[in-house]
């Protein structure tokens, strides 16, 4: 049995998918990874991985540069033979699918790590979606594929506009955290308490409102250290400019760390942790590290963010676009220690119970099991 594993880039395929891989090497599947080359594709080699390069460039909507990308991808797949494929995020979703039925592959994955800018309020991302929907209706009408979402919001979004089939779709609340990596730690008491936010730095992950929300809890006399790690990603439509956030550098409301690899490290020196999105997403992987590593959580009032955080119990809901709320919300952790700490306890709690790694990739592999690409219990 041979499966290729699908994303856009080598740092997804290396931050989020690494454990499926290992979890089929282990069930005696063949795991090819394919991706555009990037720095991480040697540390895909490191893990023991063969890496097939694809011919990709996430932010090009240039017609030839997108007919390249398909029939490189059809090349691959007629070159390797795969029995299944499984596929991360809209172009790999969409150009995969195309690649895998008409090379006739078995066995279709799709997973949908949130919706994204294609299915944004953005006036590009409508049009765009005016021209793909009715192909994308026909190209996902095939018993060969199966549909996994992160969210129930987002399954029955693409269940409504027939992207998706109820018999062959299902929910799987993220990837998962490895919560022997991620683990409390006691935290000094002294200085001001650390505000960290991690995460893709696009508009509609909320930095601005943040940076807003900052100003706000400081002109109240509230005091913190407010962090933000991550790089703009030029590869989305959303994202920031290097100029905007070395603006709001300079400004010394916010510090902003840029790409950082130790996550474990920061989030061990952290005592709130924030995310302030409204981009189309699933569950997000930094709120569930972040409640491994036990802090309290602010995050914004939508599906991916309720999965994990519960209103008053391990952190606060705010509504999305709304500094006021997140100031106000932070300025609560800060003045009250004991309140961060039971609120912190019960996002480890959440994590172990309901997100560890192995619980989630094992409804992978029950879903590989329901397909037929792994053997039965």
Not at 16 to 29: D, M, N, S, T, Y
Not at 87 to 109: D, E, M, Q, S
Not at 145 to 154: A, G, I, K, L, N
């Amino acid at each position: 049995m041979k499966v290729l594993l699908v994303a856009n880039s080598d740092w997804g395929l290396y931050n989020f998918r690494l454990p499926i891989a290992a979890a089929l090497r282990e069930q005696g599947v063949q795991v090819v990874l394919v991706c555009p080359e990037g720095p991480y594709s040697p540390r895909l080699n490191e893990a023991g991985y063969r890496v097939l390069h694809w011919e990709l460039r996430r932010r090009s909507m240039n017609p030839v540069l997108e007919a390249r990308a398909l029939l490189h991808l059809i090349q691959l797949y007629r070159r390797e033979l795969p029995d299944a494929v499984h596929h991360f995020t809209i172009k790999p979703n969409v150009y995969g699918t195309i690649a895998a039925r008409l090379t006739r592959v078995p066995h279709i994955i799709n997973t949908w790590t949130g919706l994204g800018f294609t299915f944004s309020v953005a006036p590009l991302a409508r049009g765009l979606r005016l021209f793909l929907l009715p192909f994308m209706q026909q190209l996902y009408r095939s018993s060969r594929v199966s549909t996994v979402f992160q969210t129930e919001h987002d399954r029955q979004a693409l269940l409504q506009l027939g992207l998706a089939d109820v018999s062959r779709s299902a929910v799987i609340a993220g990837s998962g955290v490895d919560t022997s990596r991620f683990t409390p730690h006691k935290h000094c008491t002294k200085g001001p308490p650390k505000v960290l936010m991690a995460a893709r730095l696009l508009r509609d992950k909320g930095v601005g409102e943040l940076v807003q929300a900052t100003t706000l809890l400081r002109q109240s006399g509230a005091v913190a250290y407010v962090q933000v790690s991550r790089a703009p990603d030029p590869g989305n439509p959303g994202s920031l400019t290097s100029a905007e956030i070395e603006r709001w550098h300079n400004q010394g409301q916010v510090e902003f760390l840029g790409h950082r690899d130790d996550v474990p490290s920061l989030l061990a020196q952290a005592d709130i942790a924030v995310l302030p999105t409204y981009y189309n997403e699933g569950v997000p992987f930094f709120l569930l590290e972040a409640a491994a590593s036990g802090l309290p959580l602010i995050a914004t009032d939508i599906e991916g963010c309720r999965a994990v955080v519960r209103e008053g119990v391990n952190g606060f809901i705010i509504p999305p676009r709304d500094p006021q709320a997140l100031a106000e919300a932070m300025a609560n952790l800060i003045a009250d220690p004991a309140l961060r700490a039971r609120m912190g306890a019960a996002s480890r709690e959440i994590a172990v119970n309901q997100f560890d790694q192995p619980r989630i990739i094992g409804q992978y592999m029950d879903l590989y099991r329901r397909i037929g690409c792994l053997p039965g219990r």
